[in-house]
């Protein structure tokens, strides 16, 4: 056996081991088990009166199906999270979502996350102690006198001046021209420790045309997604910058190599990475949990509803949905249970006529499926896909595909093995002449995939057809993978083994 062979062997072995410990540990990525989809585990509903007040008359019926689509767009990016988001009546939109609790549906449909960066500067000590201590209020008389380095008023004493340098920055959340009192953000100043210097976060600027503008999310692409640190193995939201946002993130990675740089998401401080080098186009969000990250994702990419969405009570609106509630599973316990036993039963009758047809190739052939398996949930854990019966739909007709591939190449086998060919020589001349009828197979079903998916994008907008034809699409290009590299290496190595003088365990 050849070093490659062994290498391969083992990369397989690593791989196996890696999807069963990730199906095995409960919880991964601060999600715990499988998601499932409203038929099989049920959810929530919510349920939200659109609020027309802003809207052109005439213009409603549109105005509704663009926040409809928002929020759709926003739950479910690729068709795999499979919520259920209808319109009802004139100015009401159903939501339900699998397998999140009211807060994270809520979170979902209605917020959008505001997305700032600030860099630290040195303030006075009087301010910090005011917004810090239990009185958090300062008279326009002490602010009086503050250098412009040392504090965050910049040295104004007048109230209107204050008002004009510092409301946008939040560090002043009330002034009471009456009063001359100004109220400060305790949030925003760093904890002081005795011997360490006093700083706030101050708004990071750049310029564009002469104009002085401050970084906020508003300048992002709507393509962010959530990956791990390869260095921490936590994980991260990856985004992009539009042009400007380019630019003067840029320029304010720039300024600030050696110093951290503050990103703030509604108004928390959640990460303060210091600044290696200068950075343009990307940047990463860390310091959150799979599920924040998850979230802030679908957030930062859904942008703005067009429609305030609540409830109404008389003439007053407000910001809740008019109706939560749990939704119940379609599919009882009981008949998801006899599903699943229906389907080991079909997989063992299967791997039992394969075994018995095929002998050894057969065993292998098994083996193979079994790990096969194992990726495909790995990824649907992962990712992850919300299991419906549409998915499971798809992943049982990518099992057929794959078990199809093998049958292909053994009976090839036992064409060259009945020519008089050794095995080593049947099986690679079984894989070669395999090879075309499974590649044209498997790139015509892909097509077809994609396809499906551009329609059930594009013209009807229907995510539980994005969803099969993406599952179907990974389960193809598995099992694909598995029948070409996993069976192939099976066999090579059996070639090298006692067993493949025994002529018997290979035909039928």
């Not at 391969?8 to 069963?20: D, G, P, Q, Y």
């Not at 689509?69 to 009401?92: A, L, M, T």
């Not at 949030?187 to 564009?208: K, M, V």
């Not at 070409?484 to 067993?499: A, C, E, K, Q, Y």
Request: hydrophobic share 45%.
């Amino acid at each position: 056996m050849s070093r490659r062979q062994k290498l391969t062997l083992v990369s397989i072995a690593l791989l196996f081991a890696f999807t069963v410990s990730t199906l095995v540990i409960d919880k991964i990525w601060g999600r715990e088990g499988m998601s499932l989809g409203l038929d099989l585990q049920g959810g929530t509903h919510l349920v939200y009166e659109a609020d027309f007040s802003e809207v052109q008359p005439g213009a409603e019926s549109d105005a509704i199906e663009v926040t409809r689509g928002i929020i759709e767009k926003r739950i479910n990016r690729y068709g795999v999270s499979e919520p259920v988001i209808q319109i009802i009546g004139d100015d009401r939109i159903s939501v339900q979502i699998p397998g999140v609790t009211a807060e994270e549906a809520k979170s979902l449909v209605g917020t959008v996350a505001e997305l700032d960066f600030r860099e630290q500067k040195g303030v006075d000590a009087t301010l910090v102690e005011a917004a810090n201590g239990g009185d958090n209020q300062i008279t326009v008389n002490d602010a009086a006198g503050f250098e412009v380095d040392d504090t965050c008023v910049l040295g104004i004493s007048s109230v209107a001046a204050i008002e004009k340098e510092n409301w946008e920055t939040r560090q002043i959340t009330a002034i009471n021209v009456s009063t001359n009192i100004l109220t400060l953000d305790s949030a925003l100043f760093t904890d002081h420790q005795p011997g360490e210097p006093l700083s706030a976060w101050i708004p990071s600027t750049g310029t564009i045309d002469g104009g002085e503008i401050h970084l906020t999310g508003k300048y992002l692409l709507p393509n962010s997604y959530v990956d791990v640190d390869p260095q921490t193995g936590q994980p991260v939201v990856r985004f992009e910058w539009n042009e400007d946002g380019a630019r003067l993130f840029s320029q304010i990675t720039g300024r600030l190599i050696g110093d951290p740089l503050g990103i703030i998401l509604d108004n928390e401080i959640i990460s303060a990475p210091t600044v290696q080098s200068q950075i343009g186009a990307t940047g990463i969000i860390e310091g959150l949990t799979y599920d924040e990250a998850r979230i802030l994702s679908s957030q930062l990419n859904g942008g703005a509803l067009p429609l305030p969405l609540g409830h109404w009570e008389g003439d007053e609106f407000y910001p809740e949905p008019a109706v939560i509630q749990s939704v119940d599973a379609t599919l009882g316990a009981d008949s998801l249970r006899w599903s699943l036993i229906a389907g080991i039963i079909g997989l063992a009758l299967v791997m039992a006529f394969m075994i018995l047809y095929y002998r050894l190739p057969g065993v292998l052939a098994c083996a193979a499926l079994l790990i096969y398996g194992a990726i495909m949930l790995t990824i649907f854990k992962m990712v992850p896909v919300t299991l419906t019966l549409a998915h499971i739909a798809a992943f049982i007709l990518s099992v057929g595909m794959a078990i199809d591939a093998n049958i292909l190449i053994f009976e090839r086998m036992k064409e060259e093995l009945r020519l008089g060919k050794t095995l080593r020589a049947a099986v690679e001349a079984g894989f070669n002449r395999a090879w075309p009828a499974i590649r044209d197979g498997n790139f015509s079903t892909l097509i077809t995939c994609i396809i499906l998916f551009w329609f059930g994008s594009r013209i009807i907008a229907a995510p539980l057809v994005m969803g099969f034809a993406l599952t179907l699409g990974i389960g193809v290009v598995i099992s694909m993978l598995t029948a070409i590299l996993v069976t192939r290496s099976f066999l090579r190595t059996i070639v090298f083994t006692p067993l493949a003088r025994r002529g018997s365990l290979f035909r039928s």
